[in-house]
């Protein structure tokens, strides 16, 4: 098993720029979360699936959109980055209460 | 805006430490969780707590959940270099509602050989 796998691992765009995260997780969970962690803020969460097909807000969801077509999967769009959403990017999935992370992705907007 | 208060925000120690870090919070909440996360890598869940007052250990590890269900702690007996990462504390409202995990801002633990 490959557990929670993230593409890409490191992206710079420029200010206005779009972009897709790709989130796969191959452990059959219902849960999908996007996370971003930045220095000394922890981890907050962006937006979150509790199944395919369903979506929610998380607690910074703005400049954010998501998409939950596959229950494997879970997409994160910016439409038109900003340099505050410079930041590393973390996708995780459950079926309880343990979370399982992916290696994150290094997202730097200029 | 972040709910729960971490700290120390980061610690420097000597290998064969003890070192223990807090969690606290204005918020009930009902689980309490404590994740690991090494340099490059998602964070790794090392202990959760279910109940008010437990006490659970894993290895060198021990953490509470305390009595207020306000606050949580953790402990690391006779460090190592491998303890090196952030630790996280997250607390966890509703066991209802998409499992929502609040985290704290961590704690970067520094293990001097």
């Known amino acids: 098993n490959a557990g929670v796998t993230q593409t890409p691992k490191f992206r710079v765009l420029k200010t206005g720029q779009s972009m897709t995260l790709l989130c796969a997780q191959d452990m059959n969970h219902e849960y999908m979360y996007w996370y971003r962690q930045d220095p000394g803020m922890g981890l907050r969460l962006i937006h979150y699936?509790?199944?395919?097909?369903?979506?929610a807000k998380g607690e910074v969801p703005d400049g954010y959109n998501v998409s939950r077509l596959k229950k494997q999967n879970f997409l994160l769009g910016l439409e038109s980055a900003a340099p505050s959403q410079t930041s590393v990017y973390f996708c995780a999935s459950s079926s309880g209460l343990e979370l399982f992370f992916g290696p994150g992705t290094r997202l730097t907007v200029l | 805006g972040q709910q729960l208060n971490q700290s120390p925000q980061s610690m420097f120690i000597q290998e064969g430490e003890d070192v223990s870090m807090n969690c606290t919070s204005s918020s009930i909440f009902n689980t309490w969780l404590w994740y690991k996360q090494d340099p490059g890598e998602g964070p790794v869940l090392l202990i959760a707590l279910y109940k008010a007052g437990e006490l659970t250990s894993n290895g060198r590890l021990t953490a509470q959940f305390g009595i207020t269900r306000k606050d949580s702690f953790l402990n690391i007996s006779a460090s190592i270099p491998s303890d090196v990462g952030i630790y996280f504390c997250a607390g966890l409202r509703d066991n209802n509602a998409g499992n929502m995990l609040t985290f704290g801002g961590g704690t970067r633990l520094m293990v001097k050989p």
């Open positions: 699936s509790v199944g395919e097909g369903t979506t």
